[in-house]
């Protein structure tokens, strides 16, 4: 398998994501403080894995998910657009 050139824009979306999935995993714990970190992180796991059906029974959040990703599109753009200047 070819190696992949992984550019600092994705590594600090990942990143960022790390972070957001950690303070799921700490409110899934305050949800249940009976559970320890890897229970958190398992549960976390499944609440991410049934997702995309929250958002299929949801509509509502799926265009509130659509008006995210043009915003972060259209910033993203903009800042690229004044890199080139």
């Known amino acids: 398998m070819p190696k992949r050139i992984i550019s600092s824009k994705l590594v600090d979306a990942r990143s960022l994501a790390i972070y ?18 890897d229970e958190a992180t398992q549960v976390a796991a499944i609440a991410l ?6 958002f299929v029974d949801n509509p509502e ?3 509130r998910l659509k008006e995210r990703a043009a915003t972060v599109k259209s910033q993203s753009r903009r800042k690229a657009r004044r890199s080139m200047n």
Request: negative net charge; proline residues 7%.
């Open 20 to 37: 957001q999935l950690d303070n799921f995993v700490n409110y899934v714990q305050s949800i249940d403080p009976e559970l320890n970190l």
């Open 49 to 54: 894995h049934h997702l995309p059906t929250l």
């Open 61 to 63: 959040l799926v265009e």
